[in-house]
């Protein structure tokens, strides 16, 4: 297998907040992967899909500054899937 096929995949944090939900989001361990900018996560007994070529199509990704707070996903509408690469304290900003 070349090396452009490899992924890099590691343990991250995720919170799932859905929109015009009336509960509080979910949160947990998930597995964030990566291949050519394309994105996979598992979370939750859910896989979610972010193909690089859909950002600003089908969904947003916004890439945050700091060692341990990783991308935002969002689909319009539907959820907003934020990744840490370690767990934040619940009083951080953002959380």
Do not use: H
């Amino acid at each position: 297998m070349s090396p452009a096929a490899w992924a890099d995949t590691t343990a991250a944090y995720c919170v799932l907040s859905k929109a015009n939900a009336k509960t509080a989001p979910q949160q947990g361990p998930c597995r964030w992967s990566q291949r050519q900018g394309n994105v996979t996560i598992n979370f939750q007994f859910r896989e979610y899909d972010f193909p690089a070529d859909q950002d600003g199509k089908t969904y947003t990704r916004l890439n945050r500054d700091g060692a341990e707070s990783g991308p935002v996903f969002t689909r319009k509408g539907k959820y907003t899937l934020s990744v840490y690469w370690k767990k934040p304290a619940a009083d951080s900003p953002g959380f």
